[in-house]
Every structure is written in structure tokens, then in C-alpha cells.
């Protein structure tokens, strides 16, 4: 344990001395382990900046490593590209903000430097040493606080609990949507954060179900209320609650984060749904990606019974309180 921590400090005092890319570079990272909502709290900060007068205009990226991707080195992520080729986070970036370039690549500095846009968004570069953002978010999850966690492997940090000081703006995620001014407070001393550095509270915002197949769908489904769920997310428990507000889960199958689904995969939902013929079979957007990309001609591999009734559950982070929002589009006008 140590010597761990010997190499995490190391680790960060060359990341405070490492430059900056050319242009202004915002990156939303964590201490722990998956889980805390990096990629909906990128989609938020993209959604940001196109509607800023500052950056609405610009030429906007995302760089990521693109985790579990097949692929090497710099690539520009397609809307028709893979998981497999660019990961199932950037795809689902890609798809859903087509004037947003995305791109992975484990080299950073390189990436950001291939990419020439205005402004880069860093995916999870919080622990990437040789490269210092122009403004560095720190996730912390709300149910799963730093200072109640362990290193890696006791317990989910992947980083020192303490370099939550070097961000220059700490987002608690997935909080109920009302929090007491006593608890604020409680979470800035407990995070035992600078004096002045902003604090910011999200929840999860859940919308409407969309389909995966929308030519091939039959929203009857979605009314019978019952439905099976199948995720390969880091915790599903949030989603499940959401869910059972609405539907009665009669069949939940649960894959580990990032599964990459298999064709044996396809047939164990294919049989779930068969024994409730009447369910919806509901899943996330980011595994949704996953499920594409084991089906051949554009999904004509996954079988009907399948196409007719995948409906995503979309997520959004919000913020509990406008000002912290302001206060967030005034950082990034900054910039």
C-alpha cells in the first residue's frame, strides 16, 4: 500500500507540471473506478458550449482513450463506426452530437494536437500525467464518497483521495434533487477542499424511451408496463429504481461494465424476452451501442423479436441549482 501510494504521488506531481495543450482543453475525470457519470457530464458540457456565445460557433471536440476499443492509435469516430473500432462512450457521443468531432487515442498530447479544433473536451484524462488541462472537473458520486473508499484493490479509488485538490472544480453526481445547505457544507469539509474552489451538485435526469430500431419498433410494448432489462453499466441500481417507477421488471440480466455482447449474448436476451412476450426490453444508451455492433447489415442480425421492442432509457445530468450552472458557464467563457 505504500509503495502505491509512492507511485500515485509521484504520478500527480508530474502531472501538475505538465504543459497544456494548444488550445483551451476542458477534462472531466474522477478518483474512482467507473461509475460516477463521465459521459453524461461530457454530453452536458458539450450541450454547454453550444449554447454559449463564447464557444457556440467553434469548432468543438471530444478526446477520449476509447476504452476496450479494438482499434489503435489517433482515429476520428463515425457515426457508423463500431464499439469495437472506437468504443462504446465515444460512438454514443458521436451519434448523439453530430457537429461535435470525436476522437480516441491513448496519447493525449498527440490527439489533441491531430484534432486542430478550437476547443477539446478530455474524456477521463484526470490521471493522464503528461497533459494539464485548461480546466479539470473532478466526478464524485454521491452514494460512493472518496472519503469513505479505499485504494484499488480494497476498495474503488484509482487515485489518491487528496489530489481532489489539484481540480479546479468538484461535481458531486446522482444526488436526490433537493439537497439541504447543512449537507453542502458537510460534503466540502468532508472533501477537505481549498477555500474558494467551486463545489457543484447534479442528479440524474431520465427521458423518455427511445428506440434502438425506430423503423422496426412497436411502442405497444412500452405500454404493457412490465419490461426486461438487460445493462453492462458499473451500477445499475439507479437505473432499476427508475424503472420499477414505471414498469414492473420481470426479467432483469445484468453483464459486466463495457460487456461487448456476444451472439450467445443476443440469444440469452432473445430467450428472456420470449418468456414475457408481452414486455418491453429495455436498456442503455451505451450498451444499446454494444448490441449493434454484434448484429451483421445494420442490425438485421439481432432478431425481430428483439428489434420490435429495444427501447433505450436515455440519462441526463442536470444541475440541482441554476447557479451552479451559471458558475459553470462562466468557467468555460473563460477559457
Known amino acids: 500500500m505504500l509503495i502505491q501510494r509512492l507511485i500515485l504521488s509521484r504520478a500527480a506531481k508530474a502531472w501538475r507540471k505538465a504543459p497544456g495543450a494548444d488550445v483551451p482543453t476542458v477534462c472531466v475525470g474522477n478518483i474512482t473506478v467507473g461509475g460516477t457519470g463521465k459521459t453524461p457530464h461530457t454530453e452536458l458540457i458539450l450541450r454547454l458550449l453550444q449554447e454559449s456565445n463564447r464557444w457556440g460557433n467553434a ?23 463500431t464499439a469495437a473500432f472506437a468504443g462504446d462512450e465515444p460512438l454514443q457521443i458521436a451519434r448523439k452530437f453530430p457537429a461535435v468531432t470525436v476522437a480516441v487515442d491513448k496519447n493525449r498530447v498527440e490527439g489533441c494536437e491531430k484534432l486542430g479544433a478550437d476547443i477539446i473536451v478530455l474524456d477521463d484524462a484526470f490521471q493522464y500525467k503528461r497533459l494539464h488541462a485548461s480546466l479539470n472537473i473532478v466526478l464524485v458520486d454521491y452514494k460512493r464518497p472518496i472519503f469513505e473508499d ?46 474558494g474552489m467551486p463545489l457543484w451538485f447534479t442528479t440524474v435526469e431520465y427521458c423518455e424511451a427511445a428506440p434502438v430500431f425506430p423503423e422496426e419498433a412497436d411502442t405497444r410494448y412500452t405500454y404493457s408496463k412490465t419490461a426486461v432489462l438487460f445493462s453492462g453499466i458499473a451500477d445499475d441500481t ?7 417507477d414505471s414498469y414492473k421488471i420481470v426479467e432483469a440480466l445484468k453483464f459486466p461494465d463495457h460487456h461487448a455482447f456476444s451472439r450467445g449474448d443476443i440469444a440469452q436476451i432473445a430467450a428472456a424476452v420470449r418468456k414475457h412476450p408481452t ?57
Not at 448490441?291 to 436515455?314: W, Y
Open 150 to 195: 479505499r485504494l484499488l484493490p480494497f476498495g474503488r479509488l484509482r487515485d489518491l483521495p487528496s489530489r481532489i485538490q489539484d481540480a479546479d472544480a468538484v461535481i458531486v453526481t446522482k444526488c436526490p434533487a433537493e439537497l439541504e445547505d447543512g449537507e453542502r457544507q458537510a460534503w466540502r469539509e468532508r472533501l477537505r477542499l481549498p477555500e
Open 238 to 244: 439507479p437505473l432499476r429504481a427508475h424503472i420499477s
Open 59 to 81: 469548432s468543438l471536440a471530444v478526446l477520449s482513450r476509447g476504452y476496450k476499443r479494438k482499434s489503435k492509435g489517433f482515429q476520428i469516430v463515425q457515426r457508423d463506426s
Open 279 to 335: 414486455a418491453a426490453l429495455l436498456t442503455t444508451e451505451k450498451d444499446a451501442v454494444r448490441v449493434l455492433d454484434c448484429a451483421a447489415s445494420g442490425g438485421k442480425g439481432v432478431p425481430a423479436e428483439i428489434r420490435q421492442r429495444l427501447f433505450t432509457v436515455p440519462v441526463r445530468a442536470a444541475f440541482i441549482d441554476e447557479a451552479d450552472q451559471h458558475a459553470l458557464e462562466r468557467k468555460l467563457a473563460e477559457l
